[in-house]
């Protein structure tokens, strides 16, 4: 039976994490001797993207219906196309609401937050994220089914193209407990969640008039930006850009943290970054503890310098 894995998309158009979704499921598939069948929901990008890594099947949903999102119309309509018993998620905002509620409506085990390829298939015994990314542990699938959310930024996506084919699913699901009031479009050209490099800052940038060095240091290293809770409370910058334990979680292989203390409820959310860059002008700060890099100074004369010398390095 076929490895089932859910290809979000945003507008039509494929998140990174789906993938890094497929390139798990394709790492399953192979162990299992299994291929990998991808399941979207009113896709506009095409189904050559999802081929490239490793879905040599592709189910597209159609339903007017679920043009707004909805965790239970999602789970119910993908719960009418996954057959396969191993059902892989991206661990994205949307997908990790979607996962627990299919888990109930099939009975099967929910594994969040994976990190690698599974150790054992039967049973399915994998590593995941645990005490918002200060621990692992190792987690084993009961029952006949498994249903998992992959961290994101954590397996990586990989190339392993295989020919594949389309199918059309036109399903009418109803969609009626939610209704969407306002949405807030984060305004950053880059998706917090999906960023590999993030340059965040806190009240020790003092103001928002401050930002624009932020920003500045940001484009220069293709980063998103992001803050702590206090410098979105006061409105400093939009709360789409607010990581931490209320906030976004995120993983990119780089998180520069300026001016932001450290306390335990901004580190929840971003711990789990492979690199952590910490810069602040008290040496005491607890960040140092979790940082592979401090610098210990005033941002202010340090990230027009780190501006210059990376403008420099790459032009
Ligand atoms: C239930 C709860 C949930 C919370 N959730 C979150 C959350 O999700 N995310 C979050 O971020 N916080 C959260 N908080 C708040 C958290 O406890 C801290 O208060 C907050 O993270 C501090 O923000 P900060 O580091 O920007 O500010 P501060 O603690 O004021 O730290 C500012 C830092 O800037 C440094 N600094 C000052 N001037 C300079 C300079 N010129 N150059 C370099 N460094 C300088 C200072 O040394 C200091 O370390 C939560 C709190 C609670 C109680």
Redesign the pocket.
């Known amino acids: 039976m076929a490895v089932f894995v859910y290809a979000e998309n945003i507008n039509g158009v494929y998140k990174k994490a789906a993938f890094e979704a497929v390139s798990y499921a394709k790492s399953v598939a192979d162990q299992a001797g299994d291929t990998v069948t991808a399941i979207s929901v009113n896709p506009t990008d095409s189904s050559d993207l999802l081929y490239k890594y490793g879905a040599s099947n592709v189910i597209n949903i159609k339903d007017e219906g679920l043009k707004s999102f909805s965790a239970k119309a999602f789970a119910q309509a993908v719960s009418e196309v996954a057959e396969g018993n191993t059902i892989v998620f991206p661990h994205t905002t949307d997908a990790s609401s979607i996962a627990p509620m299919l888990a109930v409506m099939k009975n099967y085990s929910l594994i969040t937050n994976v990190l690698e390829a599974p150790e054992s298939l039967s049973p399915f015994q994998v590593k995941r994220r645990a005490f918002s990314g200060k621990g692992f542990m190792h987690a084993k699938a009961e029952g006949t089914g498994v249903i998992i959310t992959v961290s994101q930024n954590a397996f990586g996506v990989k190339e392993n193209a295989v020919s594949g084919s389309e199918e059309v699913k036109n399903l009418s699901v109803a969609n009626e407990d939610t209704k969407v009031i306002s949405h807030e479009q984060s305004s950053g050209k880059l998706d917090l969640k999906e960023a590999e490099v993030v340059v965040s800052a806190?009240?020790?940038m003092?103001g928002p008039e401050n930002w624009g060095m932020v920003e500045e240091l940001a484009n220069v290293l293709g980063a998103a930006t992001a803050c702590?809770?206090?410098?979105s409370d006061i409105g400093w910058r939009p709360h789409t850009e607010?990581?931490?334990?209320?906030?976004k979680a995120i993983s990119p292989n780089l998180y520069i943290a300026?001016?932001?203390?450290?306390?335990?409820?901004?580190l929840?959310?971003v711990n789990s970054s492979k690199t952590i860059v910490v810069?602040?002008?008290?040496a005491e700060?607890p960040?140092f503890k979790s940082a592979d890099y401090g610098v210990v100074?005033?941002?202010?004369q340090i990230i027009p310098a780190l501006t210059e010398k990376i403008k420099a390095i790459k032009g």
């Open positions: 806190g009240r020790g003092k702590s809770k206090p410098v607010h990581v931490g334990q209320t906030g300026i001016g932001i203390s450290g306390a335990i409820q901004h929840a959310g810069i602040n002008n008290d700060a960040f100074g005033d941002a202010f």
